[in-house]
T-cell receptor, first 112, second 112 residues
């Protein structure tokens, strides 16, 4: 059974701090990794995609992938109250029609 | 460029009824995937359509069916509705050979 696991939180950080969100996955043939942000009652919004080991930066967001340890993380620098949302980690596997396998999400609260 | 659109936004049905949900993919995206998201859960893959053919299916019963049209828009049909079908139904589209999926706003289905 392919699984994606995240801490449900809530993760609470003060405004301006770095928020660190983690995700582990169980299958070594995992191919592509995604972080989505979902506000309450809304649909997921793609923030970052990462395909190879290492770091990928986009503005205040950095995704980190470590395939040997089977984890992917998302760092949010200079956190803002508008970053308060649920962050979903999703993974696709080779030969699986690009089906996204999702974690349950981590709730992030950024306190002014 | 128009993003992914879904209709209707909200829907209330009673147990045993049938429902059709609609999705228009983002311009140039020929792959459409449908997901079901229950409250507090990550999305669950229902099925994917590519060039008007089903291209992968999750663990959903046959009463969940779909179509894709030549313009790449898609429908999700659910027969014999059950109370547990109450959820947010998400449609996502993607480019050919691209793993990034972009979501529409979703349809909130309530079954009474």
């Amino acid at each position: 059974q392919k699984e994606v696991e995240q801490n449900s939180g809530p993760l609470s950080v003060p405004e301006g701090a770095i928020a660190s969100l983690n995700c582990t996955y169980s299958d070594r043939v995992s191919q592509s990794f995604f972080w989505y942000r979902q506000y309450s009652g809304k649909s997921p919004e793609l923030i970052m995609s990462i395909y190879s080991n290492g770091d990928k930066e986009d503005g205040r967001f950095t995704a980190q992938l470590n395939k040997a340890s089977q984890y992917v993380s998302l760092l949010i620098r200079d956190s803002q109250p508008s970053d308060s949302a649920t962050y979903l980690c999703a993974v696709t596997y080779a030969g699986n029609n690009r089906k996204l396998i999702w974690g349950l999400g981590t709730s992030l609260a950024v306190n002014p | 460029e128009t993003g992914v659109t879904q209709s209707p936004t909200h829907l209330i049905k009673t147990r045993g009824q049938q429902v059709t949900l609609r999705c228009s993919s983002q311009s140039g995206h020929n792959t459409v995937s449908w997901y079901q998201q229950a409250l507090g859960q990550g999305p669950q893959f229902i099925f994917q359509y590519y060039r008007e053919e089903e291209n992968g299916r999750g663990n959903f019963p046959p009463r969940f069916s779909g179509l894709q049209f030549p313009n790449y828009s898609s429908e999700l049909n659910v027969n014999a509705l059950e109370l547990d079908d109450s959820a947010l139904y998400l449609c996502a589209s993607s480019l050919p050979r691209d793993n990034e999926q972009f979501f529409g706003p979703g349809t909130r289905l309530t079954v009474l």
